[in-house]
């Protein structure tokens, strides 16, 4: 009985002009999404390796020059892209694609592709994401509100009832119909994506965890069955179709429009961020600290001498303007751990600030989930950045521990091309979808309490649902 309402629904739906309008629209807008984004990954991801190659090789074909030189010349390093950014791109318009890593700095990240759009461009941007999460809602708005309503008006509703069938059953024939249905539409889009995928995957920051996807598709799937639910209950308890079209309207620009801006004001305001000035004018004021940065190096110096046996630098077999230059990175290491640290943190907060609300708007815990399977998301951002800084602080070890041990007392020293090879090309792996999943633990639950209730509300509404 479920199967034969479901294709009677479905076949309505084909029969209904407003269905073929709009099932039109998502599927031209998904698929011109999907293609816009393969192009920007693919165009990206090009000038990315092309970018990394080329500073690799600008710092391998350095001159002879002092090791303290080579490590203020510097390098790039380039955040790979994720495959799965072609459909949400997240915050990385917004992050920062590269970072400059030399001595002494800890750089911000650079070349932000929304710092050059205008403001309508960033209004009117689309993305995959940005489908699903609100065109794909407003069409089973549009293609449900009526899903019970309308037949009550009809008077078919009753005639339906009246031949035995269960309320229960005709919410999930009906249910099953408009899946079906939304599922048609999206067919051509999901093979599109799928090949994408499978084209682009090779060298990608996902390319080794297709599971991300698998996920990703589910975690739409039931965005898309908890709001199918939730337009048929309301559907099957109002007494009007336009009263269940401007309640099921409201509902949509409440949880699509409104609530990812309302989260995002609330937790600026709850965590607030210093401007980059004032992070710059703090982190400048402990960079210079000479006080503390004299007391570390007499201290440094007493161990050395200790060490080596001696009672002054000059009888030292090694240069102590090495360590002294590495004692001064270390100092500021612990300055950028501490300040980065801070506005990090500050960051993660407001980020668990808008997964709590998904409590009353799900699409807030879908669009956290999804960032985070794509792999544009903050938390890994951070772990990109904290591994370019690594990366960065293990180059200075390694120039200025050459000064340390090479460098002659009152000669000049020049280090060649083999010191240079001697510093591995940047390489950096992805977190693991556990690791991404274990962030987004909340945010999971909610989506999952939401389609659970959803499924019950329809169900219930449902059995009480009038026939007249």
Do not use: C
């Not at 629904?9 to 002009?17: A, H, K, P, V, Y």
């Not at 390098?75 to 994720?82: G, H, L, N, T």
């Not at 093979?191 to 598709?217: H, I």
């Not at 102590?320 to 590495?326: A, K, P, T």
Request: no cysteine; glycine share 8%; charged share 20%.
């Amino acid at each position: 009985m479920i199967s034969r309402i479901a294709r009677k629904e479905l076949t309505e739906m084909f029969r209904d002009g407003r269905f073929r309008l709009l099932a039109g629209m998502v599927l031209v807008i998904s698929v011109l999404s999907l293609a816009a984004g393969w192009q920007n990954y693919s165009a990206l991801s090009r000038q990315h390796a092309t970018a990394q190659s080329a500073t690799r090789t600008q710092w391998l074909e350095q001159d002879r020059k002092n090791p303290h030189s080579a490590a203020h010349y510097g390098v790039y390093a380039f955040k790979p892209k994720s495959q799965l950014a072609m459909v949400d791109t997240g915050v990385d318009p917004y992050m920062g694609v590269a970072v400059w890593l030399e001595a002494h700095k800890q750089n911000d990240f650079k070349f932000r592709p929304a710092q050059d759009r205008t403001a309508v461009q960033r209004f009117g941007e689309m993305t995959g994401a940005e489908v699903l999460q609100v065109f794909l809602p407003l069409f089973i708005v549009l293609m449900t509100f009526s899903a019970f309503s309308g037949e009550r008006e009809q008077g078919t509703l009753r005639q339906v009832l009246s031949l035995g069938v269960s309320r229960r059953d005709l919410a999930l024939g009906k249910a099953l119909g408009v899946s079906a249905a939304l599922g048609l539409v999206l067919l051509p889009a999901t093979v599109m994506a799928v090949l994408a995928l499978a084209w682009s995957a090779e060298g990608g920051l996902v390319s080794g965890d297709p599971v991300r996807g698998v996920l990703l598709g589910g975690v739409y799937l039931a965005y898309f069955a908890l709001l199918i639910a939730v337009s048929l209950a309301v559907s099957a308890r109002v007494k009007s179709s336009r009263l269940a079209l401007i309640g099921l309207l409201t509902f949509w620009f409440a949880n699509s429009l409104v609530a990812s801006r309302a989260a995002s004001d609330l937790s600026g305001w709850l965590y607030p961020t210093p401007s980059a000035i004032e992070f710059q004018k703090a982190m400048d004021a402990d960079l210079n600290n000479e006080a503390d940065m004299r007391q570390r190096l007499e201290k440094r110096r007493a161990e050395v001498l200790k060490q080596y046996q001696v009672d002054n630098v000059d009888a030292l077999p090694i240069a102590f303007s090495g360590i002294s230059m590495q004692e001064g990175e270390e100092h500021g290491n612990e300055v950028f751990d501490k300040h980065y640290g801070q506005l990090f943190d500050r960051y993660e907060q407001q980020n668990r600030v808008y997964q709590a609300g998904g409590v009353l708007a799900p699409m807030l815990a879908v669009r956290a989930v999804s960032m985070g399977l794509a792999g544009t998301d903050f938390p890994q951002h951070r772990h990109f950045a904290r591994a370019a800084e690594q990366y960065r602080r293990d180059i200075q070890r390694l120039m200025n521990g050459d000064i340390a041990t090479n460098q002659k007392p009152g000669q000049t020293y020049l280090a060649d091309q083999a010191l240079w090879a001697s510093v591995p090309d940047f390489q950096y792996t992805a977190p693991s979808t556990s690791w991404v999943l274990g962030n987004y633990t909340a945010s999971l639950f909610v989506l999952a309490l939401w389609t659970v209730l959803a499924l019950v509300f329809m169900v219930r509404s449902a059995d009480v649902a009038r026939a007249d």
